[in-house]
C-alpha cells in the first residue's frame, strides 16, 4: 500500500535530525567503546592479547566493506529503509557478542555490527532529502559532530562499565540504543527520494570486500607477523591487484556498486585523499592520550590513571565537537566546504603538535586534546558537505560511502603506525614506551593533519559551484516519497549514471 508522502511541514527537519543522531550515535560508540574492554575481554574469555584484537579488527573490517555497499543500496531501494536494515543487524550483531562465552562469537558478533558503517552515507542522504537547502551544510555538520563525540564518549562509557561493570554491558548498550533507533528511524523519518532502481553488482561486491579485506587485515596483523615479512606483504600486494581489478570491471558494469567517473571528479578525489589524512591523524588523539593517562607515573610521563580518567579527559574536547560541527557547516555554506576542512585540520594539526611538545601534565594535555578535538570536529563535518555538493542526489550514499571507508582506512594506517612508533621505543624493560615514542607519535600524527590541510586548500569546487547563492536548484521537494515514479531502470549496457553537470 502506498504511504503518503511527509511534507517539511508534517515532519519537522528538528525532529529527522534528533532521530538521525541518535543512529549516528549507535554507530559511533561501537567504535571506540570496547578499547578500554580489550585486556578484560581476554581475561575472561582466556585468549592472547593478540587475538583479542580481532574484536576491534572484524569489526573495522566489515564496516569497510559494508559501508559503500549499503550505502549504494540505500540509494537503490530507500534509504530509510536501508537504514532500518543496517540499524538491526547492528543490534542482532551486539546482541551475539554480549552473552559469547568464546572469543569467535565475540568477533563474529563484531562483524555482524560491521553493518553499522552504512548507517553514516544513509543518515547524510536522508539530510540531502528532507532537509532544505539553505540549512542543509549545518545539518550535515551536526550529525557528523554527534559521531565524533560519540566516539569520545564510547571511551568514557567503555571505561566506566569495564571498572564498574562488566564489558559484556558495553554490547547491550550498542544492542539496546540501535533498536531504539530502529523503531524512530521507521515511525518518524519520511520515506526516502531519489533512490534508483537497479540490480545489486554482486562480483563488484565481492571484489570489493576482497580488496579492502586483505589490506586491512595486514596492516592489523603487520605487528605480531611483521611488517617486512611474507604474509602482511602478501596480502597488501594480493589487495592492490583486486582493487585494480575492481576498476576495471566497474567501468564495464552498466549497475556498478561504485560510479568510477563520480569517484573520479577532482572534488570527490582530492576530497577523499584528505579525508584518509584526516582519519590518519585523528586517531593520534584517539589511540596516544588514553595511554598516556593510564601509563605508569614511574615512566616519568605517565598519569597512573584508570580507564575512567582517561575518558574523562577526552570528554571535554568530545563535546566541543557538538559546536565545532554546525560552525563548519557554517563555513561551508558561506565560504565553501574546503575553507572548514583545511582549518579544521590546521586546528587539529596545531592541537597534536602542542601535545608532542607539552604532555607533561594533565592540564597541558586535557587543553590541547580539546583544541585538536575541535578541528577533528569540523574537518568530520566539512568531509560530507564537500561530497554531497559534488554529486548528484541518486548518488549520495555510494559517494558518502566511500568517503566513510577511505576515513577508516586512514584510521587504521595511522592506528598501526603509531603502534608501531611505541612498540619500536619501548624502554629496556620493553614493557612501556619512552617519553620520546610519545613525542614522535604525536608528531606524525600532526603531520597527517596538517598535510590534509593542505590538500584541502587545493580540492576543485564542483563544476557547478558550491552552496552559495547562484548554486543550480536540486529537483524534488524535501519529503518526496519512496512511492513517487523512479528513475526508469537503463536499457542493458547502458550507464546507469544520472547526468550531472560534473560529468
Known sequence: MAHTAHSPDRTPVGRSLAVLGLASLSYALAQTSIAPALPDIATSLHSSTQDVTWAFTGFLVSAAVLTPVIGRLGDMFGRRRMLVVALTLFAVGGAMAAPADSLGLVVAGRVVMGAGGGILPLCFGIIRDIVPEERRAGALGLVSAVVGVGGGIGLLMGGLLVDHASYRWIFWTGTVLALLSAVAVYTLLPRSVNHTPGRVDLPGTVLLAVGISAPLIAISRADEWG???????????????????????????????????????????????????????????FLLVPQLIQAPTATGYGFGGDATLAGLVMLPGSLTMLAAGPLSGLLSARLGGRTSL?????????????????????????????LAFTGVGMSFAAMPNLIVDAVEPTRTGEATGINVLVRAVGASLGTQVIAGVLAGGSGATGAQPTAHAYTLSFGIAAAGALIAAAVALVIPRPRNGHRTPGRQKETGPPGHTEDAPSTPRPAPGKDSRSPSPAD
Open 342 to 370: 583545511a582549518l579544521g585540520s590546521l586546528i587539529t594539526g596545531t592541537g597534536l603538535l602542542l601535545l608532542a611538545a607539552h604532555h607533561d601534565s594533565q592540564h597541558a594535555v586535557l587543553g590541547f586534546t580539546t
Open 227 to 285: 611488517w617486512s615479512s611474507g604474509p602482511p606483504l602478501g596480502l597488501i600486494a594480493a589487495g592492490l591487484v583486486v582493487l585494480v581489478l575492481l576498476v576495471l570491471v566497474e567501468r564495464r558494469t552498466a549497475e556498478p556498486l561504485i560510479d568510477m567517473g563520480v569517484l573520479g571528479r577532482g572534488p570527490v578525489l582530492m576530497t577523499n585523499l584528505a579525508s584518509l589524512l584526516v582519519g590518519f591523524g585523528q586517531f593520534g588523539v
